[in-house]
């Protein structure tokens, strides 16, 4: 079976000669948690946004394998884009909920993909959908905080949300930036633990950016070690050694 | 005890006026005087004007309730320039400040934009409607235009600076769903810089009502015309009849606007 | 495969459904109202504006023949007379808004309900600022004309009288926004009245302060420049002689002027912006 991502070539270079991405050659599929793990700057950020096309890339393919149909998201543009788009849901480091509208209403902007501008604004979404949203609010633990304002929210709270707007797509791939870098440790934990339930029950593959190892250890089935740009370890937890990790972030000081 | 012991003898205030304050004040008192002599202020001609104002003002009271149809005539159609002119006013301000914020819109475009707002915004209203008097002829068409032009020039120049002021991590979490670009602008956009916009077009109804009483001293129609002869015909009575009237129906105005924006959830 | 997952969840019956509204029903209703009397002022309006459709036709051809009548602009008219009448409208401008300071920071002052506790100080300095703002500048200049004669002192005052309204609203918002922090820390060390403003309210509104007073010339700028329409002085009355006599290439001359020195006056205040506040 094809795996439900596969990342060919990638190079992204924001100044010309300069490439941040170096050539990434990935595959993701099934249903885990893959982590990627890696010092700032290596491009971490900028890989999970060049699949959904937040960032061009400069060279390479991202093949997206959807009902066995496989498109290349590098070169989409304008509605075709848009479609693929709504095949992947994205979950961010702040969140980025619209703060003055309500949870609910963050909630149906996953769904903003599948109806039209008029019915946006009257705020006429399919009953499913609503219905589908109740259910993900209850399933993230939210349910009584449908009509509450998103900025009224902890960041925890506003996490979940961020996670069931993301799930509203029903997507094929789900991307998570840096998802706990904003939040306490207890609750990064919920969050890492939401995620790779909600990847398997879903059954879809979970991609998170993540720099707290720990986390990464425990939570991930699958890491992938990035540095300099290009991906210097892809296995399990457990073939992460210390050597490996010194590799990946370089210096010794931290690894106590 | 005293502060001189510990400071070497010198005794520092901490609230001193800086170099720069005092400069400008100093600046300011002089180009005040200057002016004053550039404007051929002579201290004689003030003081009679003082006795003539204390004349004038008792020419005003009491004020003259005859002439209520010419009142009412002409502060109806004020306040109806006013509307009519604050809504084409914010029917094309919100697509021209959207094609004005340089975060969503490509130079070109919003270069074009903002010179079209500038241009609304350079000349002041009445002037423009001495123009569209010459142009449509006198009446409120001419007034309502007038004050058109200017609405755009202020609220679209102040809602293109409120979307470029916007989160844009909010935008890119709804564009990553695959929404439309107008989905975007309206889930996206749209809740951010609302609550602002409805500030502006309410403020912009309250000046026009009270710009409506300026066009009509140019023949633009409105209760201006009837204030200005009245001026002329030295009727002050009648004068302060409209000015306290004007007064009422602003301050009524700017009460009713903000229960519009309470309702609007602003 | 996440549809399979999705579709699997209860579908419940209509009546169990969760209904999601965005507004409480007295919300639609409030919101519906506000919506009709919209429309219904602006249907009422549109009805009873004189539309002369004659008038609107022809309006094209008038403006282009004003246009043509207007080129090319009169430029020895500059020197002679427009120059003087510029300088004269900028001093109206800002002696103006210098006045209208002395009465303005007062009134500020006591309309600011953080500053000033009596309630009834405050409503009848919010009344004299709301007076003096309803007042176009351009009605104030005809009581000034009645009063002082034709000429810039009626302008001035006019101005000044205008910015009243403006510039001590915005400053009693202003120190109606200020935090309380210092204010208390003032007020437990024991500070009178004035030593709280001068030290407490001042530094931190006085940013916003400069602003709004920069902004309000600069719209004062603009108003000035009409003020000689009705002979209060300022290259208005050039213009206003200009259009008497029918003259458009001087006309031309003078709105190019008045139109250079807006846009001057504008940059010099983004430009002090920039750099003080």
Redesign the interface.
């Known amino acids: 079976m094809a795996h439900a991502l596969e990342i060919e070539g990638l190079v992204k270079e924001y100044r010309r000669g300069q490439p941040v991405l170096k050539g990434i050659n990935l595959r993701i599929g099934g249903s885990g948690v893959t982590a990627i793990i890696g010092p700032s700057g290596t491009g971490k950020s900028t890989l999970l946004r060049c699949i ?1 096309r ?1 960032i061009d890339p400069t060279q390479g393919a991202i093949w997206l394998n959807v009902e066995g149909r496989r498109t290349d998201l590098s070169t989409l543009r304008g509605r075709a884009l ?9 979950v ?1 480091q ?1 969140y ?6 309500t949870v609910m ?1 963050n909630l149906l ?5 599948y ?1 039209s ?1 008029w019915d ?2 009257r705020r006429k979404f399919p009953p499913q959908d609503v219905q589908n949203a109740f259910a993900l609010l209850d399933t993230v633990g939210l349910g009584d905080f449908a009509n509450q304002r998103a900025d009224a929210l902890s960041g925890g709270q506003r996490q979940r949300v ?1 996670i069931a ?1 993301a799930l509203m ?1 029903r997507p094929q791939v789900l991307l998570a930036d840096e998802p706990t870098s904003s939040l306490d440790p207890k609750t990064s934990v919920e969050i890492m633990s939401l995620l790779r339930e909600q990847g398997r029950a879903q059954g879809i593959p979970v991609i998170v950016n993540i720099h707290d190892v720990e986390l990464a250890r425990r939570f991930a089935d699958r890491l992938v070690g990035m540095s300099g740009g290009q991906v210097v370890y892809d296995g399990d937890a457990a073939g992460l050694s210390d050597a490996k990790l010194k590799q990946i972030y370089g210096g010794e000081d931290w690894l106590s | 005890m005293s502060g001189a012991t510990l400071s070497s003898g010198r005794i520092s205030t901490p ?1 001193r006026a800086s170099a720069l304050a005092r400069g400008v004040s100093g600046a ?1 008192l002089v ?2 005087v200057y ?2 002599s ?4 002579s201290w004689p ?2 003081v009679s ?2 006795d ?2 204390a004349h ?1 003002l008792a020419r005003m009271f009491p004020p003259d309730m005859t002439k209520g149809d010419i009142l009412w005539t002409g502060m ?2 004020s ?3 006013a ?2 002119a604050s ?1 084409l006013g914010i029917v094309i301000s919100l697509p021209l400040g959207l094609l004005g914020a340089r975060n969503l819109m490509p130079q070109p475009v919003t270069w074009l934009a903002r010179a079209v707002v500038a241009a609304c915004r ?3 209203p ?2 423009v409607a ?2 569209f008097v ?4 006198f ?3 001419a007034g ?1 235009l007038a004050l058109m032009v200017g609405s755009i020039g202020f609220i679209g120049k102040l809602f293109a600076e409120a979307i470029e002021e916007i ?1 844009p ?2 935008v ?9 670009f ?3 602008i ?3 956009v749209a ?2 810089v ?2 602002r916009f409805v500030g502006f077009a309410t403020y912009q109804l309250d000046s026009n009502l ?2 409506s ?2 066009v009509g ?2 023949g633009a129609g409105g209760i201006g015309g009837a ?2 002869s009245a ?1 002329q015909r ?1 009727d ?1 009575g009648f ?1 302060c009849t409209i ?1 306290a009237t ?2 009422l129906i ?2 009524l105005g ?1 009460l009713l606007t903000n229960q ?1 924006k309470k ?2 959830h602003v | 495969m996440s549809e399979a997952v999705l579709s699997s969840l209860p579908r419940l019956a209509p009546t169990q459904q969760r209904i999601w509204q965005r507004f409480t029903p007295l919300q639609r209703m ?2 519906l109202m ?1 919506w009709m009397a919209i429309v219904a ?2 249907v ?3 009805r ?5 459709p004659e ?2 036709y022809d ?2 051809e ?2 282009g023949d ?1 246009l043509s009548r207007m080129w090319p602009p009169d430029a020895t008219h500059y020197p002679q007379t427009v120059h003087a009448a510029l ?2 409208t900028l ?2 401008a ?2 103006g808004t ?1 006045l209208s300071l002395v009465f303005a920071v007062p009134l500020g002052l006591l309309v600011a309900t953080n500053l000033t506790r009596n309630r009834l100080v405050n409503l009848v300095a919010r009344i004299l600022l ?2 003096s ?4 500048s ?2 104030w200049a ?2 000034f ?5 034709p ?3 009626a302008g ?1 005052l006019a101005i000044g009288f205008r910015s009243i309204g403006f510039v001590g609203k915005l400053l009693g918002e202003a120190i109606e926004q200020a935090p309380r922090g210092p204010i208390e820390a003032l007020e437990a060390a024991g500070a009178g009245w004035f030593a709280r403003i ?2 407490g309210y001042w530094p931190q509104v006085k940013p916003a302060f400069w602003s709004i007073v920069l902004l309000r010339w600069d719209i004062n700028v ?2 000035s ?2 003020l000689g ?2 002979g209060a ?1 300022g290259i208005g009355m050039v ?1 206003d002689t200009a ?1 008497n006599l029918f003259q458009w290439d001087r006309v031309a001359t003078v ?1 190019l002027a ?2 250079a020195v ?2 001057v006056a504008e940059v010099v205040v983004t430009q002090v912006r920039k750099r003080v506040l």
Do not use: C, D
């Open positions: 959904n937040l848009r479609a693929s788009r709504r095949q992947i849901g994205m961010f702040e980025n909920l619209v703060e003055r509208l209403e902007t996953g769904r903003l993909g109806v501008a946006a604004w961020g707007r797509q | 609230f300011l180009y005040t002016a004053l550039q404007l051929n202020f001609r003030f004007g003082l003539r104002g004038l109806v159609e306040m109806q320039m509307v009519l809504v350079s000349l002041h009445v002037i001495i123009f010459k142009a449509v002829g009446g409120a068409m309502i989160s991590k909010q890119e979490a709804v564009r990553a769903t695959g929404a439309s107008a989905n975007v309206l889930f996206g809740p951010q609302l609550s009270r710009n009483t300026m001293i140019v204030l200005f001026f030295f002050y004068v000015l004007i007064v602003i301050v700017e519009l309702v609007f | 409030l919101r506000v002022a602006i009422q309006s549109a009873h504006v004189e539309i002369i008038f609107l309006a094209p008038q403006m004003l300088m004269e001093h109206i800002s002696l210098l709301v007076s703002r309803s007042v176009n351009l009605v005809l009581l004309l009645a009063v002082f004669g000429g810039p002192l001035t001068g030290y603009r108003e420049a009409v329409l009705v002085g213009l259009m709105l008045v139109f807006v846009v």
